[in-house]
């Protein structure tokens, strides 16, 4: 196979909600956000400062913001991202293992 997975591309939905009280946010965070990821298969949790703060950080791992939708509540926001297959699985072995000098594509011998 020569189909190169930086070719693939995801969409990446990222929900804000301001903190309660019960919440471990570090101080100075107001707002908790989270997303699926797909290859930990598990929800991602955050804090930030503003929305405009988990953009920016998530932008600086190369996501794009494609849409940004405020919902109902002091920061209740829905984030539509595009980011690339290596955000979430980062290259494969086989691909680390090559770029190292090992030949794992063929039979061991």
Known sequence: ?????S???HLVVVRTDGIT???AAPPGAV???SYWHPGDRRWNHGYGESVDAVIADLQDEHWRLLQRQDLNGPYAT???FETSYESFFGPSAKDVMHEHGFDVGGEGG
């Open 31 to 33: 707002l908790e956000y």
């Open 21 to 23: 009280e019960s919440s």
């Open 7 to 9: 070719s693939k591309r």
């Open 78 to 80: 829905e984030l539509v």
């Open 1 to 5: 196979m020569s189909s190169k997975p």
